[in-house]
């Protein structure tokens, strides 16, 4: 099967303006993860759902960030009024449910955020 | 809070020659450990992971890793690079909250 899908690949924007982020994850993964990759701060989490539970948005930088997961598929990561910092690579990953034991994350291509 | 550390930002070596990448991570009890690689542009690929059990696991492309808890350390070794194995390396940590913990990562870069 596919793996991690994530849209766009590239994505500009003005500094002010919202964007959304798409991921696809893994089918019959119900744990799907967004972390950001920067240059100053390296890899980082932001946000975590596993099935219907709610969201682990401890990793979540400011009140900008959002992410929503409809019908426990695809998820959007949406950032409302882009500041320049927000430039990063936003990858997506998903795994099987953990049972006690860690279920490695698969990881997408990410989608290259640029804030001009 | 746990926390990973990869001392080499940039490596280099010859092709042929044998690597190894330093990962020390600090933590209360033993995580779940994990070795991704990433080439340009592309997101992170899984090399191998620790869950427990053996110390030693082996991974994809001809990659180990050894599982020292008296070091707290998981370091990924290869005994003969290839110049496609020229990527970014990130070591990263699992320790039940599902998130993982990254590294800073180590840049390889392979000499022919």
């Known amino acids: 099967g596919a793996g991690v899908s994530q849209s766009p690949s590239n994505k500009v924007t003005e500094k002010g303006k919202d964007v959304e982020l798409r991921c696809d994850p893994i089918?019959?993964?119900?744990?799907l993860y967004w972390y950001r990759q920067s240059l100053g701060q390296g890899l980082e989490f932001l946000i975590y759902?596993?099935?219907?539970?709610?969201?682990?948005k401890s990793g979540l930088p400011s009140d900008r960030f959002s992410a929503e997961r409809t019908g426990g598929s695809v998820s959007t990561l949406t950032i409302q009024r882009t500041q320049q910092e927000d430039s990063a690579v936003y990858l997506c990953?998903?795994?099987?449910?953990?049972?006690?034991?860690?279920?490695?994350?698969?990881f997408g291509d990410g989608t290259r955020l640029s804030i001009l | 809070a746990q926390s990973v550390t990869q001392p080499d930002i940039h490596i280099t070596v010859s092709e042929g020659a044998s690597l190894e990448l330093r990962c020390n991570y600090s933590?209360?009890?033993?995580?779940?450990l994990f070795w991704y690689v990433q080439s340009p542009g592309q997101g992170l690929q899984l090399l191998l992971k620790?869950?427990?059990?053996?110390?030693l696991v082996q991974g994809i492309k001809g990659f180990e890793a050894e599982f020292k808890r008296s070091q707290s350390s998981f370091n990924l070794r290869k005994p003969s690079v290839h110049w496609s194995d020229a990527a970014e390396y990130f070591c990263?940590?699992?320790?039940?909250?599902?998130?993982?913990?990254f590294g800073s990562g180590t840049r390889l870069q392979v000499q022919p």
């Open positions: 990953a998903s795994s099987l449910a953990g049972t006690g034991v860690a279920q490695p994350q698969h």
């Open positions: 089918s019959g993964h119900t744990a």
């Open positions: 759902f596993q099935g219907n539970s709610a969201p682990d």
């Open positions: 933590y209360g009890a033993t995580p779940y």
């Open positions: 620790y869950f427990s059990g053996d110390t």
């Open positions: 990263a940590v699992e320790t039940g909250r599902r998130a993982l913990t």
